[in-house]
Structure formats: C-alpha cells, structure tokens
C-alpha cells in the first residue's frame, strides 16, 4: 500500500514538472482556472456565496488600485461609487419594476429591470465621478487623499438623510431579484448559483478590461505619472486629465461592483458609502501588493477567507481588527511588495537553491539557504535600525 501510494506520488510529481517544462503555458493555467471557477459554483451554498463575495471585492480592489498603484493618488473616497452602483440597481429596482413589467412581459422582467439598473446604476456613478475627480485631482498626497475621504462621508452623510424618500434613510433599500422565465427555463435570478455565475460573467470582463487599460498606451502613461508626474509633464504629458480619466475610469469599475453587492447582499445599505468601506479596497491592495496587476485580487482572497476563519471562533471575533492590524504590520514591514511580490521572492529564491542543489549538492543549498535567511534577517535589523536613527 505505501509503495502504491509513493509511486502514485511520484507519478503525479513527474507529470506536474513534465507539464510545466514542456508546454504549461499561461493560457493553459488560465483554462484550467476558469474550469476551477466554474466548479466552485457546484460546491455549497454558504462557500459559494462567499467566493461570489470574494469576487466582488476583488473587483473593488482592482478598481482602486486603478487610481492608487498605477497612478500614484491613494483614495479613501471610492466608497461613494460603491455606493453609487447600488442604490442606482436598488431604486430601479424598487420603483420602475412594475413598468418594465409592462413593457416587456412579467417572464423577463426581473432579469431587464436587473440590467436597466446596473446601466443606471453605473451611469449615475460616473456622473457623480465627473465633477468629483475633476476637482480633487488639483491635490495630491495626503490633500488628495483627505478631499476624496470628505466626498465620500458627504456621499454616506446625505444618503442617511433620506433625499427626496429615495434611499430610506438607514434602512436602506431593499433589492429583491426574482423568478425569470427565459426560452421555457425559470430560474430564481438570486439563486446563489444563478447569482455566482452572473457575478462569475461580469467580473471576469471587466477584470479584462481593467487588464487592457493598464497595459494599454494609456496605463504606461499613467504609470510614468506615478513615477514621475514633474518628468511626465516635461514629456508633454496633461498630468491632471489623464489622472482625471484613470479616477473616472476607476469610479466606473468599483459602481459595477457596487451594482454586484446590491444584488448579493439584497440590499443596498448606507454601509456602502461609509469610509470604513473603502478602507476594505485599500487593506486589500496593500495586503495583496499594489505593484503587481493580481496583487489586489490575492489581497481580497487574504482579507476576506482570513476574516471569515476569524468569525468561526466566537473568542476571537470580537479581536478581528487586532489580527487585521497585526497582518497590515507584518506586511508592511516585511512584505513591501505585498503578498504576491512576497510569493515572487520566495520562487526566485527557491530557483537558486534548486540550482545550487543541482550544481555543487545538497550540502552546499543546505549553506545557502543558511546564509541567505542570516543575510535577510540582518539586512531587516539595519534597516529598522536606520528607521529608527532617521526618527530621532
């Protein structure tokens, strides 16, 4: 049984190097990761709704980091868009259902409204984002930062206001997708796996899209700005427009996600505005690594299943934020470049004791690996200490 056991292991090992070395190329891994994707919708209820929920927030972060890792403007505001994108799918919902009803017959009237609201929705948010990037890009750095943080509490301060009866004050309002009737199928269009799969569609292309744009004549555009913004504009670069396109740009994709948490959550809340919500895109950018494209994607991945490991121990609950703080610490100290420039690291150091395993022998990658952990740990000790003589 054990050498069964070994020479399957064995087997599988051979096959995992075969595969990498003779041909696994990224679109192959890509394949098999939308297979993954497609598969987590089939597991249960609860890991699908919160996986759905991972994606919206990875989206989020994606969004953000838009305007803060490739343009250099760290926003504490983009809780307003989020915002934005729901209460514009709740209120077409709530209000103009009955119509579109009319209109185009009670089988599919769920699924247009749904679509009508989410067009609504993010065209509200981009209006919004028009005068609001048009006025806090002429700041930057922590002005910037604070002038998106007051739009976005003017944002959370009027919807509890209630204007004109439109978002219901705290109660928020409520989002209620229902049955569709579509070529002789019904389905429930907030079915967690009907809902997985939608989310699953909408994410993967505007995650894309986000992908196009970064690595696009614009993105390089704007990652000189976050370089350089005073060399940029020596080039002939419009700094302030083109930061006002990429926070518009940015706007646009955190209302889509917006759009996506109404319908998860069957509600559009005030909670959705409020500054502690765009602390949720930023903790997962720097958790994830805001330098790299996946960075806010992993980051979403740590924050969320971390968060809900934390919430199975009633004990620790109440403590989540001390262990939220503690791995902002960590990270930052230890993990500039994030928890994907960490995993970037880790693999390249693990090629060189492969290659000095392969060359001179186990004993010498056994000195290596010694030597090059002392080296870290010391170079980390002199730099905290020149961070420490610098203070004083």
Not at 315 to 330: D, H, R
Request: charged share 10%; hydrophobic share 50%; with cysteine.
């Amino acid at each position: 049984m054990s050498t069964q056991d070994n020479d399957l292991g064995t087997r599988i090992g051979t096959f995992g190097r075969e595969a990498v070395q003779n041909g696994w190329t990224r679109e192959r891994f890509t394949l098999l990761g939308l297979v993954g994707l497609v598969l987590i919708g089939l597991g249960p209820t609860f890991q699908v709704y919160l996986f759905t929920e991972f994606m919206i927030i990875a989206l989020f972060a994606l969004a953000f980091n838009l305007l803060y890792g490739y343009t250099g403007l760290l926003s504490f505001g983009h809780a307003l868009f989020f915002a934005g994108g729901s209460y514009g799918l709740a209120i077409v919902m709530r209000d103009l259902q009955p119509t579109i009803a009319d209109a185009v017959g009670s089988g599919i009237a769920p699924l247009v409204t749904f679509a009508v609201g989410s067009f609504v929705g993010v065209l509200l948010v981009v209006l919004i984002a028009i005068p609001v990037g048009w006025l806090s890009v002429r700041l930057e750095e922590i002005y910037f930062a604070l002038i998106t943080l007051a739009f976005g509490m003017l944002g959370y301060s009027l919807i509890l206001q209630n204007p004109a009866g439109l978002t219901n004050g705290t109660d928020g309002v409520l989002v209620l997708l229902g049955f569709v009737e579509l070529g002789g199928m019904e389905f429930r269009l907030g079915d967690r796996r009907v809902y997985y799969y939608l989310t699953l569609t909408i994410v993967l292309a505007s995650t894309y899209a986000i992908w196009r744009i970064v690595n696009s004549p614009f993105g390089t555009i704007c990652k000189s700005i976050r370089e350089s913004p005073d060399r940029a504009a020596a080039l002939g670069v419009n700094v302030r427009h083109h930061r006002w396109m990429t926070f518009i740009l940015s706007a646009f994709f955190v209302g889509v996600a917006g759009v996506l948490i109404a319908g998860l959550a069957s509600v559009a809340s005030p909670y959705h505005s409020h500054w502690s919500q765009s602390a949720t895109a930023v903790v997962a950018t720097v958790i994830g690594g805001a330098t790299f494209f996946g960075g806010p994607i992993i980051g979403a991945l740590i924050y969320l299943y971390v968060r809900w490991g934390i919430s199975r121990f009633p004990a620790l609950e109440a403590y989540w934020e001390f262990f939220f703080g503690v791995m902002l610490i960590v990270t930052v100290l230890y993990f500039k470049q994030g928890a994907v420039g960490g995993l970037v690291m880790l693999h390249a150091w693990l090629l060189e004791v492969q290659t000095v395993y392969e060359r001179d022998g186990a004993g010498a990658a056994a000195s290596f690996v010694s030597e090059s952990v002392g080296d870290r740990l010391t170079s980390i000790g002199r730099s905290d200490a020149a961070d420490g003589g610098n203070d004083q």
